[in-house]
């Protein structure tokens, strides 16, 4: 049997399970929860009723916060040249070509967005084993393979955030918990109007 801690306790005390929380009362009692040393994530969590069998009906993309995550985003480019000079006027932690690739097949690496030259492709995309399963393969759908890396790192640092459903849902960080009530409404009253605009046709309800 599991045992719970008395933090958990506390906090389960706090909430009734069974009530339906309207969002101000809801941040009210995340905040007052939020009893931690360190500045809390606030998240998230969507079930879409969605079929994660049909391919039709994955939801993905990309969001941009109204007031940003709070959280410091580490963002690794693949360029080149001019491109590559862009990249780390913008504010890139890592940028590289051949010599950042062999630093992601180590495994030892951290950063939280990777973002591409459509010409380095050839490059990334042999690493998808590595960056696929942690979410960070590059995707142009997503703004992450463009030839515009400015705004795409400007974008990053400044709390652009990649979702999709894992399963029935999405899970996600939607700020911090020194953020005030109206930072967190913003964000997620944004980030729910989103995802409702992503709905797939083929799910009903």
Known sequence: ??????RFKEI???VDSLKIYEIDEAIKLV??????????????????????KQADQMVRGVVKLPEGTGKEVRVA???????AKEAKDAGADIVGDDDLAETVKTGKFEFDRVISTPDMM??????????????LMPNPKLGTVTTNV???VEDAKAGELEYKTNGIVIHSGVGKSKFNKEEL????KFFVET??????????G
Do not use: C, H, W, Y
Not at 77 to 83: E, L, N, Q
Not at 122 to 135: S, T
Not at 195 to 204: E, H, L, N, R, Y
């Open 1 to 6: 049997m599991v045992k719970l801690g008395k």
């Open 12 to 14: 389960s005390e706090s």
């Open 31 to 52: 905040k007052n929860n939020a009893k931690a040393k360190f500045n809390e994530t606030i998240e998230i969590v969507f079930n879409l009723g969605v079929d994660p």
């Open 77 to 83: 480019v693949f360029a080149r040249d001019v491109k």
């Open 122 to 135: 050839a490059v990334v995309g042999q690493l998808g084993k590595i960056l696929g399963p942690r979410g």
């Open 150 to 152: 400015k705004k795409a």
């Open 185 to 188: 409404v913003s964000n997620i």
């Open 195 to 204: 995802i409702s605009k992503d709905k797939p046709s083929g799910v009903k």
